[in-house]
Structure formats: C-alpha cells, structure tokens
C-alpha cells in the first residue's frame, strides 16, 4: 500500500506544473490531479506531466473535488492520503512530515501555518479574526486545541479515508473545519504539523471570503446537525 | 394574540427549528437549504413572544394594518425561496443533461478502445 497525494484542481495551469514537478522528487508518493471542470489546460498539464487526472464533468468545489480525489485512492489501494493545493501554497518539503505523523499513528494530521515552529504567514485582519472564531468552534464542540482548522493541507490514515470517502462535507469550510469536528467524534486522532505555507504560486486566489457570513452560518448548522443527532458513526450519506 | 396562540406558535417555530437542524445532522438535508428554513423559523419565536414588535414596525412603516407587513414580508421570502428552487432545479437538469452526454461519449471511447483491442488480437 503506498501514499496518495491528492491535488485538487481548478484552473491551475500556471502553477500546477511546478507543483507536480516538486511532488516527483518525494520516494514513493503516487500523485493524483482532480481536475475540477476547470476551463484552462489544467488537464493538459497533468497529462504532460505523466500523472494521474481524474476529470469532473463540471465544477464540484474543493470538497467536492477531494472528495473525488479520496474515492481514487480507496480504488488504488493507498494506505495513507495527503491533500495538496495546486496553487503552489502548500510546500511538498512538509509533505514528509505529515505523512510520518500518520505512520507514528495519528489518523488525521493537520497542517497548520499558525502552530508554534510554523514559518510566519501573514493573513489580512478579518480573515485572521474569522480563522480565530472557526479554531474556537473547533476547540469548544471536540476539545481539539486547532490553531489553522482551515488548513487544507492535510495527510490521513486509511480508516478516516475510508469514513471520509464516504462521509466528506463538501461545503466550503465544512470541508476543512467540519471534517476535524466528524473524524474526532468518530474517535480517530486528530494532530497538528507545523508548515510553512508560500503565496500562491499563479493564477487567482478565489473571492469565496466574500461569502463567509454565509458559510459560517451553514457550517453551523451542520455542526449542529452532528451534535443533535449525537452521530459518532457519521450516520448515512 | 392570546397567551395560548403565542406558546403555539413559539412551540411550532422552535419543533420545525429543531426538526431541521436534526434533519441536516441525518444527512437528509443539506445546511444550505435548512438555514433557508431556519431564516424563516427562528425570527417566529421572538415575534410570538413579542407580537407588539409586528404593531410596531407597521407603525414605523405607516402600515395602517399591521398585520399585512408581516404577510407580505413572509410571502415575499417564500417567492424568494421559490425562485431560487428554480434556479437550482435548472442547475440540476443541465448537470443531469451533462452527466448523460459524459457516459454516451465514455462509451463510445470504450467501444473504440475494445475494437481497437480486437484487431491487435487478430494481427
Ligand atoms: N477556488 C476553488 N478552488 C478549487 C475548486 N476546486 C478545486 N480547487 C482547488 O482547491 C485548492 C484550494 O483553493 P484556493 O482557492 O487556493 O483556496 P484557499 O487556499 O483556501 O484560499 C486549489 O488547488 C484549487 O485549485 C473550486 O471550485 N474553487
Ligand atoms: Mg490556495
């Protein structure tokens, strides 16, 4: 069984090369690009590069996308997944050690650009403050002390592939703040890695902050949803 | 309002309030349309409890029968709600349209890629 880096992929074409060229160097690392109904030679560049594209007919969204990306894994028998951007943020030198905290036995190992050691990242006032209220919501409903619940640079052990292949929130921000609050609940061990994370190598950052009212009200009310139901198992999709 | 029809209410917006929120936690709904709902539902409570706050903003409004802005206002969120079920069921049929013509051509691969097959077999 071997490691899975699923690359999530809109309109990419900019950075994706550099990116796959970086995840080439890691031993033993099986590279898997989603192309998420982008609209530029995202596909093209992953066909180029030799490596694995799965197409979606139209745009599914981050977690929509992983969630493709997690299924392709199951099928290709990985043992262990991690998920890196395509845009360039995520630098594939911390790949190793989030993959070496799943192998000392945590089932979902985070990386946050905020943990103590992380290499600075500035972000702007609201988004910082936003990002400060979502680790709260985090920490208050599983007692997991996150400092970066939004990361979605992330690496994870076979069991929480198989729950998340089925059980992924797809929503913006439930797939990254909402997916701790599931695999906690379902008693998987959650844990932090430092990482530096680098601007974004090309292309446009995605204006989605615009609707984080919105989002963190639906994220909310999903949370919710999970704690009425006092679902451990996830329940049924 | 008496005191009987204001524990009705409150009683009936907080049952859909939670009834929905359960819903989303049994995956039956998704968080997107059950905060539509939780728009409508949550404000019910405070106006049940306090049905002058209705009298009030008619007043504010030079509403000269209060009770028609809050008729107008909630038939105004349902053609709001209604609509955007349009837009979404519009979405739906484009992506359904697309999903068939998506394995039609996958197939029609398939089919080339095994005849193609085939004839290697032959050579
Ligand atoms: N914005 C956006 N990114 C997507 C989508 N589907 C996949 N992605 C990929 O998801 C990753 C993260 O996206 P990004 O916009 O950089 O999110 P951010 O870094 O959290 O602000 C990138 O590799 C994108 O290419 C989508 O529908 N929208
Ligand atoms: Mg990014």
Known sequence: MSAV????????????????????EIDGLVPVVVDD??????????????????????????????????????????????????????????????????????DLAIGSRFAADAGDYAVGGTRRRAMRILNR???????????DATSGFRAMSRPVVEYLAREY?????????????????AGHEVIEVPVSMRERAGGVPSARRFRLVFN????????????LVGRRDGGRS | MSAVAQITLSVVALGITFWVVRLVGLRRLRSKYALLWLVI???????AVFPAIVDEAGEFLGVNYPPALLFSLSSLLLLGIVIHYSWELSRLE??????????????????DAERADDGEDES
Do not use: K
């Not at chain 1, 900019?14 to 080439?24: F, K, N, P, Q, R």
């Not at chain 1, 919501?137 to 400092?147: D, E, I, K, P």
């Not at chain 2, 484009?94 to 089919?111: F, H, K, P, Q, V």
């Open chain 1, 5 to 24: 880096a699923v690359i999530p992929a809109f309109n990419e074409e900019a950075s994706l090369g550099g990116v796959l060229a970086e995840i080439a």
């Open chain 1, 37 to 106: 109904g982008s609209s530029d030679g995202t596909a093209g560049v992953a066909r180029n590069a030799g490596v694995a594209c799965v197409r979606l007919p139209f745009n599914l969204g981050v977690g929509g996308a992983v969630r493709t990306g997690l299924r392709w894994a199951l099928d290709h028998d990985a043992g262990t997944v991690v998920i890196v951007d395509a845009d360039g943020q995520h630098d594939p030198a911390d790949v190793a050690a989030l993959l070496a905290a799943i192998d000392a036995g945590a």
């Open chain 1, 137 to 147: 919501l985090v920490r208050s409903t599983t007692g997991f002390a996150a400092t």
């Open chain 1, 169 to 185: 929130p797809v929503e913006y921000l439930a797939d990254t703040v909402e997916v701790i609050v599931l695999v906690r609940r």
């Open chain 1, 216 to 227: 963190f009200l639906r994220l909310l009310v999903g949370i919710a949803g999970g704690v």
């Open chain 2, 41 to 47: 539902t949550v404000p019910l409570v405070p106006l």
């Open chain 2, 94 to 111: 484009s992506r359904t349209r697309r999903l068939g013509e998506e394995i039609a051509l996958l197939n029609a691969r398939l089919d």
